[in-house]
């Protein structure tokens, strides 16, 4: 059986966005596109007190949100093959089985202003702190293109490279990317600069610190880069080694992409943030839509 692109659907304008997003998806990977809705996800559902809902009508929305979901895609979509299901269970849990048969998981986070970016929920920060399958973000509202594509239509795909731990699952997911959509890569590497003790010492030595790294990372990037720049010939790749915070660089780019691709370490930790700081930064601020792939 196919793995399936699988949406977490709530009703919301964000989850319709991603549903959207994943829809193209699906159709570029020629997978079948399964709408999820978890009751735990309908909004303004409550058991008690005054603003209690009905069982039945609760029920009944949460079979309904999918379905006419799943209407309204196939009729954009023409040869989309689109599953709709309600399961009753909490959201994160629901969803992170889901993606045991996933090649894929898409869901949607809320641009609110240019300087707060996205409002990542619990739901999405535990999805995308533990799946263990790609989990796609894409914000609200109307892209370039139309509703649900967020990102320039036209632009690069930009994956953030560490040299130290450049995980293949990411790159071969930023280059299958790009190469799906015959558009160029980015690959950006950030790197800190050099202590002012490392400065001096270089300086007395008489060495040119900065072109002796640019060097070490011309030799590191030719090395991690050719053997996917060989399997994906078609890609036209561009590295960019900059200095100073991974997160702003990223960002930055992601003004002008059509999506973003970075990394998470696995295992999560047991304690502490799931996500590390440039994934959180980059989650809540890009302007494009964000993968999020797990690798060792």
Do not use: C
Request: hydrophobic letters at 45%; aromatic letters at 4%.
């Amino acid at each position: 059986m196919l793995p399936f692109i699988t949406v977490g659907l709530d009703g919301s304008a964000e989850s319709r966005a991603a549903a959207e997003w994943a829809a193209g998806e699906a159709l570029r990977r020629d997978l079948p596109l399964r709408l999820l809705l978890a009751t735990g996800r309908l909004p303004g559902a409550h058991a008690y007190g005054p603003h209690a809902v009905d069982p039945a009508i609760h029920r009944h929305w949460a079979e309904r949100i999918p379905r006419e979901a799943a209407a309204t895609l196939r009729g954009r979509h023409l040869g989309l093959t689109v599953l709709a299901e309600h399961v009753a269970g909490p959201s994160v849990e629901s969803l992170l089985e889901a993606a045991a048969d996933s090649e894929l998981l898409v869901l949607g986070s809320r641009a609110v202003g240019p300087l707060a970016g996205y409002l990542m929920g619990s739901v999405s920060q535990a999805v995308t702190a533990r799946a263990e399958v790609p989990v796609v973000l894409v914000r609200s509202g109307a892209g370039p293109a139309g509703p649900g594509t967020a990102g320039a239509p036209d632009g690069d795909v930009v994956v953030g490279l560490d040299l130290a731990r450049p995980g293949d699952r990411v790159l071969e997911f930023a280059f299958d990317a790009a190469a799906r959509r015959a558009a160029g890569l980015l690959v950006v590497h950030s790197r800190n600069r050099p202590t002012v003790y490392g400065e001096e010492l270089a300086a007395g030595l008489d060495i040119d610190l900065d072109g002796e790294l640019a060097a070490q990372e011309a030799d590191d990037f030719d090395h991690v880069l050719r053997p996917w720049q060989e399997k994906f010939p078609a890609v036209t790749m561009t590295g960019q080694a900059v200095v100073g915070t991974p997160a702003r660089h990223l960002i930055e780019a992601a003004a002008t992409a059509r999506l973003l691709v970075i990394g998470r370490h696995t295992p999560a930790p047991k304690f502490g943030p799931k996500l590390g700081p440039v994934a959180h930064a980059v989650l809540h601020h890009s302007s494009a839509p964000v993968a999020v792939v797990p690798h060792d």
